[in-house]
């Protein structure tokens, strides 16, 4: 091992020292190399700098596929501060110098490489190596300048090896007029000038991509900032034969996401600031290897090579207090690490429990719900909100609502909702025959708890268009508000990118928090709420209620879950709302 | 508009929006002990009420009323006070 006050190296190789070095985001050992595995992998090191600069030079290979995948963004952070910046397009050795007041002049200095182009080789189709690869490091070398000089005597592996070094980070405040840009899909729509090869036009209100490969150059934003993807999307598939479609998004030879698509869905890819400033072009590839001919299964007399069909692409600028959320390629299988995660209450027993959360937090059950606001996708949250002794008028409270419908809902602002001729009222054939309110253009239902015997269909959608209204109105009022945190109902589970889709289209009105509630694969984490970034959680509970029996829904389980949703907001959450306050 | 008047007004609409038309006031009465209290009914009332009153209600005072006495209290501090 490679020790020392001024000098450490640190070899990756089968005989090498890195497992001491290597702290987070690695993968195993392999015969000459370690790959680095997700968004970002750390190293820690323990160096004495004593107050003076530092080299450090990292030796290392991207996971690329030339010529579609040209290879990855690389940026390095040293303690908490970013450092800089590089295209890592082939094997090349990165030296860079840290300025004194970055290191820790006594003790052990994290250097985090965070790769926003990292992938999964399988979903590209040419591999069966499912790890989100990044890059695969061969070697690093830290040491004071005191010490040592960069020099010939701290060669490349290989003489052919290129050294480069970093750009600046990039950095500073967004210009102020960041819009949001939407480009519709179909014929006609806007989206259109801006295909290039890949897409079949044959549809008048979406595209199918057409072949592997589809292309599609998209005007670069305007403003210097944060930017991302929206995308709402569903894949061609054919039961039993083709269950889903793989689909890799690159933007300039880099990839910015993955996607395994089953079904219609809108998620979020965050554009690296790195691909997107000072250019008027962003020049996007979408790599499709599972597009089939669906004329090659059963009758179908549809002959296209398809992939996806796109409705709409936004690119839209990431608010101020969402910044954060830039940095997450969320697809599920690089689940980031939370920033914080609350496990209170999980082992108080259901009799003590209101007792043990009013003693904590200092607030009731029934005041803690009040906090709290569903916004589906089905009416199980408002029910357990009505046991803990909560009737509050929520819009999303008894409705059913699939994720993309709420999305394609809240993208119009719910405009229909304004309408009460939009709305209509029809029985649903449970046994007991219960009228429904419906918005059909949004896939919505409401429950009314009127039946069959009870009501009059004409005057019930006169009454509830105009309650809807209203709802609808008071939606937006508490979305401005900023109060409340907003509870997401999902099964099965979905990708973090899904929910940071739901989350920045709630933040178009105000500062939404999101509690979005899954199913724990492990029921030990029962309970448990992690805050994945500013304004977002996930939370567990052991199990939903049946759809035909709400009323069964484990209160408890949901009360330890908005417990530890309050806890994260009181505290970590309300860090960065203060920051953003002070800045 | 005085506290009395304001009952006097408040009442009549509660009667009307509930269709209890010998529905009286009183302060520490549940909003959802009203026979036929519904969440319809309820949004008419609050309708109602922004409409002969010319005021907007926030929906954190909306999510606030428990009791007849929490409507009474909302629309005094929306409602002038005169003698």
Not at chain 1, 440 to 452: D, I, S
Not at chain 2, 61 to 82: H, K, Q, W, Y
Request: with cysteine.
């Amino acid at each position: 091992m490679g020790t020392g006050g001024g000098l450490v190296v640190i070899d990756f190789s089968a005989q090498g020292n890195s497992a001491w070095f290597r702290h987070a985001g690695w993968s195993g050992q392999e015969p000459d190399r370690v790959w680095g595995i997700g968004p970002r992998c750390v190293l820690r090191i323990p160096l004495q700098t004593s107050g003076v600069a530092c080299i450090l030079e990292v030796e290392l290979g991207p996971c690329h596929a030339p010529p579609e995948i040209s290879g990855q963004i690389v940026r390095i952070n040293m303690n908490g501060v970013a450092i800089g910046w590089t295209r890592l397009d082939a094997l090349a050795m990165i030296r860079c110098e840290i300025a004194p007041s970055v290191t820790d002049g006594d003790g052990l200095q994290d250097i985090e490489f965070e790769f926003p182009g990292f992938y999964q080789p399988e979903m590209l189709g040419r591999s069966t190596d499912s790890r989100p690869l990044s890059a695969w490091f061969s070697f690093a070398r830290l040491y004071t300048t005191d010490m040592f000089r960069p020099g010939p005597h701290f060669p490349t592996s290989h003489p052919d090896i290129p050294v480069i070094s970093l750009m600046p980070p990039l950095a500073g405040a967004p210009v102020a007029d960041m819009k949001t840009v939407t480009y519709t899909f179909g014929r006609g729509a806007t989206a259109f000038r801006y295909m290039r090869d890949g897409w079949n036009l044959g549809e008048a209100n979406f595209t199918w991509t057409e072949g592997n490969v589809s292309r599609l150059e998209l005007p670069a934003p305007g403003g210097s900032g944060c930017y991302a993807l929206r995308l709402d999307a569903w894949p061609m598939t054919v039961p039993g034969e083709v269950p889903r479609q793989d689909v890799t998004i690159l933007l300039d030879g880099y990839v910015i996401g993955q996607q395994r698509l089953d079904g219609r869905s809108f998620w979020l890819v965050p554009l690296p600031r790195e691909l997107t400033e000072g250019r008027t072009v962003l020049p996007l590839a979408f790599a499709l290897p599972d597009a089939r001919r669906p004329s090659d299964f059963g009758d179908s007399p549809d002959s296209r090579q398809l992939g996806i069909a796109l409705s709409s692409i936004g690119v839209i600028p990431l608010p101020d207090h969402l910044r954060a959320a830039g940095s997450l390629r969320a697809e599920q299988e690089a689940s980031p690490p939370p920033i914080a995660v609350s496990r209170e209450f999980l082992a108080v027993g259901k009799a003590t429990l209101p007792t043990a959360i009013e003693a904590t937090l200092k607030i009731g059950p029934a005041a803690l719900a009040r906090g709290f606001e569903s916004i589906g996708t089905n009416c199980e949250f408002g029910i357990v909100q009505r046991q803990l002794g909560v009737e509050v008028l929520n819009l999303f409270r008894f409705c059913n609502v699939p994720l993309p419908e709420l999305m394609l809902a809240l993208t119009d602002d719910l405009k229909l909702l304004a309408d009460p001729a939009a709305v209509t009222v029809e029985l649903n054939d449970a046994e007991r025959r219960e009228f429904v309110v419906a918005l059909p253009a949004y896939n919505l239902r409401w429950h009314t708890f009127t039946y069959e015997d009870q009501g009059n269909q004409e005057t019930l959608a006169r009454t509830h268009g105009i309650k809807l209204g209203y709802l609808r109105r008071k939606f937006y009022e508490g979305l401005s508000a900023g109060r409340k945190i907003y509870v997401v109902k999902q099964r099965p589970p979905i990708a973090v990118a899904q929910a940071l889709a739901l989350l920045m289209e709630l933040n178009r009105h105000g500062h939404a928090t999101l509690l979005w509630v899954e199913q724990a694969l492990d029921a030990t984490r029962s309970g448990e709420v992690e805050l994945l970034a500013p304004g977002l959680m996930r939370g567990y509970v052991e199990r939903f209620a049946p759809d035909n029996d709400v009323e069964s829904a484990d209160t408890a389980d949901w009360l330890r879950v908005i417990a530890n949703a309050f806890l994260l907001h009181q505290g970590p959450n309300a860090v960065f709302r203060e920051a953003e306050h002070a800045a | 508009m005085n506290n009395k008047e304001l009952a006097t007004r408040l009442t009549s609409m509660l009667r009307e929006a509930f269709s209890r038309p010998t529905l009286e006031y009183r302060a520490r009465a549940q909003m959802r002990d009203i026979p036929g209290f519904d969440s319809v009914n309820f949004v008419m009332m609050i309708l109602a009420l922004e409409a002969a009153f010319d005021i907007q209600l926030r929906e954190d005072e909306v999510d606030s009323i428990f009791t007849m006495g929490d409507v009474f209290a909302l629309l005094r501090r929306n409602v002038p006070e005169t003698d």
